[in-house]
Nanobody
Framework: QVQLVESGGGLVQPGGSLRLSCVASRTTGSILFMGWYRQAPGRQRELVALIGSDGTTNYADSTKGRFTISRDNAKNTVYLQMNNLKPEDTAVYYC???????????WGQGTQVTVSS
């Protein structure tokens, strides 16, 4: 069974930084996309950033210029470097992977990020 395991969440002050990691194991085939989504209390889950197997990236407008997504294909790992964090970034962050055979769509269990003074 495919597993996505996130790490790196925690409590940070406004303006601080965190780096999230997500490792995919027991994959069923090549991973096409890996990404990060987040869900704050009372809100819908939303895209944070996405990266293709060729390195193409896509960011939510709210995270452009502050967050950077990267990927190590050999390790089936995706990272999210988050800088200049704001209280509105507080949410549970979920790792997502799309892999073959389609429509292989898998989620991690989530990691809490809290931005507060």
């Amino acid at each position: 069974q495919v597993q996505l395991v996130e790490s790196g969440g925690g409590l940070v002050q406004p303006g601080g930084s965190l780096r999230l990691s997500c490792v995919a194991s027991r994959t069923t085939g090549s991973i096409l996309f890996m990404g990060w989504y987040r869900q704050a209390p009372g809100r819908q889950r939303e895209l944070v950033a996405l990266i293709g197997s060729d390195g193409t990236t896509n960011y939510a407008d709210s995270t452009k210029g502050r967050f950077t997504i990267s990927r190590d294909n050999a390790k089936n790992t995706v990272y999210l470097q988050m800088n200049n964090l704001k209280p509105e970034d507080t949410a549970v962050y979920y790792c997502n992977a799309i892999m073959r055979p389609l429509p292989g769509n898998y989620w991690g269990q989530g990691t809490q990020v809290t931005v507060s003074s």
